[in-house]
T-cell receptor, first 116, second 114 residues
Framework: DAGVTQSPTHLIKTRGQHVTLRCSPI?????VSWYQQVLGQGPQFIFQ???????GRGNFPDRFSARQFPNYSSELNVNALLLGDSALYLC???????????????FGAGSRLTVL | AQKITQTQPGMFVQEKEAVTLDCTYD???????LFWYKQPSSGEMIFLIY??????QNATEGRYSLNFQKARKSANLVISASQLGDSAMYFC???????????FGTGTSLTVIP
């Protein structure tokens, strides 16, 4: 079975540009979460979507936005890129909303964004 | 406020030996879940083990066990019989009952020496 797939795997942008990252969850999973992992740090929560509705938002500026499509795939958009947005962006899917022993998050391999 | 602390930036262990990775947490939620994930250099976070705050027994999954001390707010990961493939970053994470997100620690880099 396919796991969580993310695209692109690597990308380079310049300051001020816009980026769109894509995530396809495991089949049957209705929840998608996005995390930002800066080099040397643990992942930080950005968004969670469940059944196409936003169910959680982390402490990120409005330049960050996301959406979930009817097939439960998701996009993360970042506008007006800053150098500090350089990071590994991880997508995770689960069957339901809140992580638990019965609802473990499965992560993709991430999209590594470099902003020059 | 929710916080996860991992105080060991790097650890070394001899192959076939056991190793303990430390994790302490802080939360005011009475109900929460504790998770450990492994992150190889490829970047993908791999789920290892889960402990619920009301679970009476310490969780075990194969060579992984979680030493859960609720009063001390600690959830240490024990890896027995270390293998070369265990070399990776290890993250402790918490999910409180009041939210839908993980709070991660800063991770511990484990190196298994042949």
């Amino acid at each position: 079975d396919a796991g969580v797939t993310q695209s692109p795997t690597h990308l380079i942008k310049t300051r001020g540009q816009h980026v769109t990252l894509r995530c396809s969850p495991i089949s049957g999973h209705k929840s998608v979460s996005w995390y930002q992992q800066v080099l040397g740090q643990g992942p930080q929560f950005i968004f969670q979507y469940y059944e196409k509705e936003e169910r959680g938002r982390g402490n990120f500026p409005d330049r960050f936005s996301a959406r979930q499509f009817p097939n439960y795939s998701s996009e993360l958009n970042v506008n007006a890129l800053l150098l500090g947005d350089s990071a590994l962006y991880l997508c995770a899917s689960s069957q339901k909303g809140r992580p638990s022993g019965a609802n473990v998050l499965t992560f993709g391999a991430g999209s590594r964004l470099t902003v020059l | 406020a929710q916080k996860i602390t991992q105080t060991q930036p790097g650890m070394f262990v001899q192959e076939k030996e056991a190793v303990t990775l430390d994790c302490t947490y802080d939360t005011s939620d009475p109900s929460y879940g504790l998770f450990w994930y492994k992150q190889p250099s490829s970047g993908e976070m791999i789920f290892l083990i889960y402990q619920g705050s009301y679970d009476q027994q310490n969780a075990t999954e194969g060579r992984y066990s979680l030493n859960f001390q609720k009063a001390r707010k600690s959830a240490n990961l024990v890896i027995s019989a270390s293998q070369l493939g265990d070399s990776a970053m290890y993250f402790c994470a918490m999910s409180p009952s009041t939210g839908n997100q993980f709070y991660f620690g800063t991770g511990t880099s484990l190196t298994v020496i042949p």
